[in-house]
C-alpha cells in the first residue's frame, strides 16, 4: 500500500537556520513524489516535484530510492517560509495523490 | 486567473443537520478531487471524478457522505446527517487527466459541527 509519513507535526528553526522536513514514503512502484505548501490563510499549491529537480524559494528535495525518502531542504531559512508543508506521492501516470500529515514548519525572527 | 473555487467558505451547523458544498473546477479541467484536511489525519483523499464518473470513493464514509457532478462545472459533497467528528476544512482540486500533470486546489470550506 502506498503510505507517505512526515515524522514532525511541528518543526521550528531561526531566521537563517538551515530547515529539512522530512518525508518517507512506501511504495512498491516508480512513485512520482511532491511537496505543495500552504501559507497562512492561503490554498494549497504544488511547490517542487522530484522529477522536474528543480529550487523553487531556494527549496530542494532529491528523490532517494534507497532509502524511500524525499525531504525537503533549505540552506538559509526565511521568515516568509512559515507554512503548512505536505508531502505526496502518486503512482505515475495516475492521478490520485497521497498525502503525509503535514509539517508546519515556524521560522523565528 | 483560473482557479478552482469553493462555496461556501465557512459553515457552522448543528450535528443532524445537512451540509453541501460546493465547488467549481478550473474550465476545461476533466477530474476533479474531494479532499478533508483535520489535525489529525492530515489531507485524506475522499473521493475523485474523471469526466464526471466517479473513479474512487474509497475514502469516503457511505452513509453519510455523497458526491456528485451533475454537470462539468460543478461538483458537490454532501453530509446527511452532519456529525461533530466530520469537522474539518474540506478542499476540492481539479486537474487534467495523464500523468503528469498537477492538481489545483480551491480556497476550502472550513466545516463546523456542533
Known amino acids: 500500500a502506498q503510505r507517505v509519513t512526515q515524522p514532525e507535526k511541528l518543526l521550528s528553526v531561526f531566521k537563517g537556520a538551515p530547515v529539512e522536513l522530512k518525508c518517507n514514503y512506501s511504495y512498491s512502484g516508480s512513485p512520482e513524489l511532491f511537496w505543495y505548501v500552504q501559507y497562512s490563510r492561503q490554498r494549497l499549491q504544488l511547490l517542487l516535484r522530484?522529477?522536474s529537480r528543480e529550487s523553487i524559494k531556494g527549496f530542494t528535495a532529491d528523490l532517494n530510492k534507497g532509502e524511500t525518502s524525499f525531504h525537503l531542504k533549505k540552506p538559509f531559512a526565511q521568515e516568509e517560509d512559515s507554512a503548512m508543508y505536505y508531502c505526496a506521492l502518486r503512482n505515475q501516470g495516475a492521478q490520485k495523490l497521497v498525502f503525509g500529515q503535514g509539517t508546519r514548519l515556524t521560522i523565528n525572527p | 486567473d483560473a482557479r478552482v473555487t469553493q462555496t461556501p467558505r465557512d459553515k457552522v451547523t448543528e450535528m443532524g443537520q445537512e451540509v453541501t458544498m460546493r465547488c467549481q473546477p478550473i474550465l476545461g479541467h476533466n477530474t476533479v478531487f474531494w479532499y478533508r484536511q483535520t489535525m489529525m489525519q492530515g489531507l485524506e483523499l475522499l473521493a475523485y471524478f474523471r469526466n464526471r464518473a466517479p473513479l474512487d470513493d474509497s475514502g469516503m464514509p457511505k452513509d453519510r457522505f455523497s458526491a456528485e457532478m451533475p454537470d462539468a462545472t460543478l461538483a458537490t459533497l454532501k453530509i446527511q446527517p452532519s456529525e461533530p467528528r466530520d469537522s474539518a476544512v474540506y478542499f476540492c482540486a481539479s486537474g487534467l487527466s495523464g500523468g503528469g500533470n498537477e492538481q489545483f486546489f480551491g480556497p476550502g470550506t472550513r466545516l463546523t459541527v456542533l
Open positions: 522530484h522529477i
